[in-house]
């Protein structure tokens, strides 16, 4: 029998200590992420800034919310990281004459076209988490990114949100999408817990149910790409498979992304009712399953294949 090393072992003191490392060395990582006026950096595989790269509201908001869990375990300085990333939300990356927020912003001081729901869902998780951390002025935000999420991406007949507009919130892409819905439970999650207001809980899991019922009727792979009226388009970029943003054929992490939102929404949800959250945990473990199965060293090389076909073949070898 192989012998594990207690390191990789929940609940020894040595998994703690190791687990404790990792932490300790990403945090340590991107300390360097914040732009004079807040937004963020693209940063070297040494953590050194790349100063010449667009600057994003999406990785400002995740160093945001990265640097609130920092201040939570007491990293050194995580909450003037977090002020500054509140500076750029509310600043520099915020679009004062159409509101909402840019996708990113150039070295230059311009801006990049379109309002992207996947950016917007950052901007409330970080503001809750700020909110939760109580950095000054982080209220404020979550609420301003509330209002202007349930006024434009979110789609309360469907129960999904939409993905993109144009920069001043008069034309709608047709495409819908999956991975703005995946941080959007994440985002709704966050809200319902700071705020109390079980109303986006409620959401998560009217997202929830769609996406299992996809997932299920697709052998647990699950779709990613869909027409305006939600209808699948399973074959959307299968000529340009590694698009960068909507890569052909199944994404396995997030299968075990969905997984561990879907078991969050449902102990959540149902906290002292396990009969009731009990079918979700179970889809949650075939989707875990499923990602493991078709992507785990799937070529020979460790980690998990980016994406795959419809039957669980490699497409995207990369590892991300």
């Given at each position: 029998?192989?012998?594990?090393?207690?390191?990789?072992?929940?609940?020894?003191?040595?998994?703690?200590?190791?687990?404790?490392?990792a932490?300790?060395?990403l945090?340590?990582?991107?300390?360097?992420?914040?732009?004079p006026?807040?937004s963020?950096?693209?940063?070297?595989?040494?953590?050194t800034?790349?100063?010449?790269?667009?600057?994003?509201?999406?990785?400002?908001?995740?160093?945001t919310?990265?640097?609130?869990?920092?201040?939570?375990?007491?990293?050194?300085?995580?909450?003037e990281?977090?002020?500054a990333?509140?500076?750029?939300?509310?600043?520099?990356?915020?679009d004062?004459?159409n509101?909402?927020?840019?996708?990113?912003?150039?070295?230059?001081?311009?801006?990049?076209?379109?309002?992207q729901?996947?950016?917007?869902?950052?901007?409330?998780?970080?503001?809750?988490?700020?909110?939760?951390?109580?950095?000054?002025?982080?209220?404020?935000?979550?609420?301003h990114?509330?209002?202007?999420?349930?006024d434009?991406?979110?789609?309360?007949?469907?129960?999904?949100?939409?993905?993109?507009?144009?920069?001043?919130?008069?034309?709608?892409?047709?495409?819908?999408?999956?991975?703005a819905?995946?941080?959007s439970?994440?985002?709704?999650?966050?809200?319902?817990?700071?705020?109390?207001?079980?109303?986006?809980?409620?959401?998560?899991?009217?997202?929830?149910?769609?996406?299992?019922?996809?997932?299920?009727?697709?052998?647990?792979r699950?779709?990613?790409?869909?027409h305006?009226?939600?209808?699948?388009?399973l074959?959307?970029?299968?000529?340009?498979?590694?698009d960068?943003?909507?890569p052909?054929?199944?994404?396995?992490?997030?299968g075990?992304?969905?997984?561990?939102?879907?078991?969050?929404?449902?102990?959540?949800?149902?906290?002292?009712?396990?009969?009731?959250?009990?079918?979700?945990?179970?889809?949650?473990?075939?989707?875990?399953?499923?990602?493991?199965?078709?992507?785990?060293?799937?070529d020979?090389?460790?980690?998990?294949?980016?994406?795959?076909?419809?039957?669980?073949?490699?497409?995207?070898?990369?590892?991300?």
């Amino acid at each position: 029998m192989a012998v594990i090393d207690k390191k990789y072992q929940l609940g020894t003191a040595e998994n703690k200590a190791f687990l404790d490392a990792a932490r300790d060395n990403l945090l340590n990582f991107g300390t360097k992420f914040p732009a004079p006026d807040g937004s963020s950096y693209w940063l070297g595989d040494d953590g050194t800034p790349w100063k010449d790269r667009n600057r994003a509201t999406w990785i400002t908001c995740r160093m945001t919310h990265v640097y609130c869990l920092g201040a939570f375990v007491g990293f050194p300085g995580a909450e003037e990281l977090v002020d500054a990333g509140l500076k750029g939300l509310k600043g520099a990356l915020h679009d004062d004459v159409n509101d909402g927020w840019y996708p990113e912003i150039t070295p230059e001081g311009g801006y990049t076209p379109t309002k992207q729901c996947y950016a917007h869902a950052f901007v409330l998780l970080a503001s809750s988490s700020a909110t939760l951390l109580g950095r000054p002025g982080a209220a404020e935000l979550l609420d301003h990114a509330e209002k202007v999420f349930l006024d434009k991406f979110w789609d309360d007949e469907t129960g999904l949100s939409v993905d993109t507009w144009n920069t001043e919130f008069t034309e709608l892409d047709p495409y819908r999408g999956l991975n703005a819905n995946m941080h959007s439970v994440e985002a709704f999650l966050a809200v319902a817990d700071v705020t109390g207001d079980e109303t986006w809980r409620k959401r998560a899991g009217r997202i929830i149910e769609h996406v299992l019922g996809w997932a299920k009727a697709n052998n647990w792979r699950i779709p990613e790409h869909f027409h305006s009226d939600w209808s699948l388009d399973l074959e959307c970029n299968r000529e340009k498979p590694d698009d960068q943003f909507k890569p052909y054929g199944a994404t396995p992490g997030h299968g075990i992304e969905w997984a561990r939102l879907i078991t969050q929404w449902a102990t959540s949800t149902y906290p002292s009712d396990p009969a009731a959250a009990s079918p979700y945990i179970d889809a949650a473990e075939h989707l875990f399953n499923r990602a493991v199965e078709d992507a785990w060293n799937a070529d020979g090389a460790p980690g998990l294949v980016y994406t795959t076909d419809w039957d669980g073949k490699p497409v995207v070898h990369d590892r991300m």
